[in-house]
């Protein structure tokens, strides 16, 4: 099992920047990929960046530029930074992890305000 903590949302003002930061515990010996999902009111959850455990990283076209996803394996944490904020950007984001599973985050707001 792996058990996952996520940080770092708030409000901002559109153009701002935010740090999302995810915590993994348990069995972070079998982790694998990690990435961020994130889902707005009345829209599907979408996948915004992932990255493996070597290093290569994926983003979702309307992001591409402005976040950035990272990890630190000796602390078992995967990061966003989120540049250039837009109100779009508003959602809930998902900390989403491969280990001998699928695990999900408990969600952290993140509102752009124009």
């Known amino acids: 099992q792996v058990q996952l903590v996520e940080s770092g949302g708030g409000l901002v003002q559109a153009g701002g920047s935010l740090r999302l930061s995810c915590a993994a515990s348990?069995?972070?010996?079998?982790?694998?990929?990690m990435g961020w999902y994130r889902q707005a009111p009345g829209k599907q959850r979408e996948l915004v960046a992932r990255?493996?455990?070597?290093?290569?990283?994926k983003y979702v076209d309307s992001v591409k530029g402005r976040f950035t996803i990272s990890r630190d394996n000796a602390k078992s944490t995967v990061y966003l930074q989120m540049n250039s904020l837009k109100p779009e950007d508003t959602a809930v984001y998902y900390c989403?992890?491969?280990?001998?599973?699928?695990?999900w985050g408990q969600g952290t707001q993140v509102t752009v305000s124009s």
């Open positions: 989403n992890v491969f280990a001998l599973g699928v695990y």
């Open positions: 990255i493996s455990s070597g290093g290569s990283t």
């Open positions: 348990g069995s972070i010996f079998s982790i694998n990929a």
